[in-house]
């Protein structure tokens, strides 16, 4: 379809300024052409009915002399001889007049002693042999080619004709000079007119055919130039095309008039299991999972768009949630050309839209603590105050006195739950401050040697950053690093080891700190939830000491992350970006 709109486009292309200009320059050119053809052939009738006229004026000059040389046996007749002369085809009249106009011979004798020629200068052509000529339209309306000049029947001067038959003059004297005279000869046009005519025509058709070959050569070559620029728009346009669809972020399939798969996308096979080699050229129905090719099937007899959410059960009988939309092809003439079905996996939106729901829950779990919290904290204190009343009241009585230890010691744990509670729920703020890494990983390890030395836990260091000095917070990095000492500690045996390791980040400036226990590890399907507030695995746990260490270090623009195997042991790995201290 799109091939057939290209070459359509192919044919209707070529501007129509160029078809005028065209017209414009060659139409001039070959309507010089035609008028010169046409010039040429009215020049060549005029030449040759005036050779004609001035042949036919020789031959009755010749036959003039020739009667005059036998005027003895009957004497000369020049009208006879004009008369017998002028039947002649084409030959419409004959006149010999005298240069005063008056007609001596004619064809008409009706024209014999009449005025002929009065509008030209007899007297001057009387007197010249050149041949002349002019058209003269008859009574009848019809144009005769007259051929007219001096009229000499016996010779030019001091040639005359001498002959035994002529006679002399008695004393031997020249005869007298042929008085002057001008013949006219009017010869019919029709004939030649005629040819003339149909040369005309032909040469006007002649020119028509070679402006209408020029201008077909001209449009070819247009055309030709055209066809080369479409291909090659066409080229790119499919080279542009076939990227776009190969490279699009959502699955593409489109299927023919008869149901055959047409186009198979990269995502399409990624998403589907399916490579475009085996579901190319193939019936879409046998192909496609059931749950899409419905969805074809749908849109294409209601003829509307069709968008929907659906799950896929893939051929390994995965099942994949999908977002569909299915429309109709059709070419230009409106016929049904066949599907397109797009397609996007929705199985990250899907984990993305619970996380949402869970963080919305866990916010609102947070706040309803922080309210509950204010208003616990109070009696929280006025029991406190009591149970201390009480444990040196009954100093006396030690299991009243312990009663009373024990009350204070859970309020106390009760307060610290309280303050966890306020700082998760209430924003972080980071002050940076210039801090030595060296410095700051040595104090924190400090807080833990107690717990660590009764529990025989040995711990290490390793630094091989290059920070020196940086711009950091360094009272909420040693409240994360405290809260993992902490945990690792209680999360091993006796005799465990606790690792810190520092190093440059790769690509960006930053460190990265790993801490790592040798305990018993977090299981696989635990690992996912350490940061949610209040998960924990601890009897006495909160849950809230790894998600407020989280919220620190996205605050501080950084990250958190856990790695564990059970029986072996876990790492949590802090990536905290730096700005160098001036």
């Known amino acids: 379809m799109f091939t057939r709109m290209m070459y359509k486009k192919f044919w209707t292309g070529v501007p129509p300024w160029v078809l005028i200009g065209s017209v414009a320059v060659l139409l001039p050119i070959f309507t010089f052409m035609t008028v010169e053809n046409v010039h040429r052939e009215k020049e060549f009738t005029t030449r040759l009915l005036l050779e004609k006229g001035a042949a036919l004026i020789r031959a009755f000059e010749a036959g003039t002399r020739t009667g005059m040389m036998g005027m003895q046996r009957g004497g000369f007749q020049l009208q006879r001889l004009l008369t017998e002369t002028a039947q002649q085809p084409d030959i419409a009249y004959l006149i010999v007049a005298d240069a005063d106009g008056t007609v001596v011979a004619a064809s008409d004798l009706d024209q014999v002693g009449a005025a002929y020629g009065k509008d030209l200068d007899l007297a001057s052509v009387s007197r010249s042999k050149a041949n002349q000529w002019r058209l003269v339209s008859r009574p009848s309306g019809v144009q005769v080619f007259e051929v007219f000049r001096k009229f000499e029947p016996t010779g030019p001067p001091g040639g005359r004709m001498r002959g035994p038959m002529m006679r002399m003059p008695p004393d031997g004297a020249e005869p007298p000079p042929d008085p002057p005279r001008v013949i006219f000869v009017g010869l019919d046009m029709a004939a030649l007119e005629e040819a003339r005519q149909s040369d005309v025509g032909h040469a006007i058709v002649l020119g028509v055919v070679l402006l209408l070959i020029g201008f077909a050569g001209i449009t070819l070559l247009l055309l030709a130039q055209s066809h080369r620029a479409t291909r090659a728009t066409l080229s790119r346009i499919k080279a542009f095309s076939d990227h776009v669809v190969e490279n699009m972020p959502i699955g593409l399939v489109a299927t023919d ?30 192909v496609l ?5 419905q969805q074809v099937r ?8 069709t968008g929907a959410e659906i799950d896929c059960v893939l051929a390994d009988l995965q099942r994949v949630p ?3 939309g299915a429309g109709t092809l059709r070419d230009e003439s409106g016929r049904f050309a066949g599907s397109i079905l797009l397609f996007k996996d929705l199985t990250e939106v899907r984990t993305l839209r619970q996380e949402i729901a869970r963080h919305q829950r866990l916010a609102t779990v947070g706040r309803l603590a922080a309210g509950v919290a204010h208003e616990i904290r109070n009696p929280l204190s006025s029991i406190k105050g009591f149970a201390t009343y009480f444990k040196e009241r009954y100093r006396g009585n030690p299991q009243d006195a312990q009663t009373a230890a024990i009350m204070i010691q859970e309020v106390d744990r009760l307060n610290r739950v309280v303050s966890q509670l306020l700082e998760f729920a209430r924003p972080v703020h980071i002050i940076p401050r210039p801090t030595a890494i060296a410095v700051l990983i040595a104090d924190s390890l400090k807080l833990v040697e107690t717990q660590a030395r009764e529990k025989s836990i040995a711990v290490t260091a390793e630094d091989s950053s290059t920070a020196g000095e940086a711009l950091l917070d360094a009272d909420r990095l040693n409240q994360v690093l405290l809260n993992l000492y902490l945990n690792a500690v209680e999360a091993m045996p006796p005799g465990g080891t606790l690792t810190v390791r520092v190093s440059d980040l790769k690509g960006t400036p930053g460190i990265e700190i790993r801490v790592s226990d040798t305990g018993a590890g977090i299981r696989p399907e635990e690992l996912s939830h350490v940061f949610d507030p209040y998960f924990t695995t601890k009897p006495a746990g909160t849950g809230l000491g790894l998600a407020i260490a989280h919220n620190i270090m996205e ?7 856990a790695a564990s195997r059970p029986g072996v042991g876990t790492t949590f790995t802090l990536r905290v970006p730096l700005t160098r201290a001036e």
Do not use: Y
């Open 257 to 286: 008039g008869h149901g055959r798969i047409a186009v198979f996308n990269q995502v399409a096979e990624s998403v589907l299991r399916l490579p475009a080699s085996a579901a190319v050229g193939k019936e879409a129905q046998g």
């Open 555 to 561: 605050t501080m623009g950084g990250d958190i992350t």
């Open 289 to 293: 999972p059931p749950e899409l090719w």
């Open 298 to 305: 749908t849109h294409t007899a209601s003829e509307t768009v």
């Open 322 to 324: 999908l977002e569909v």
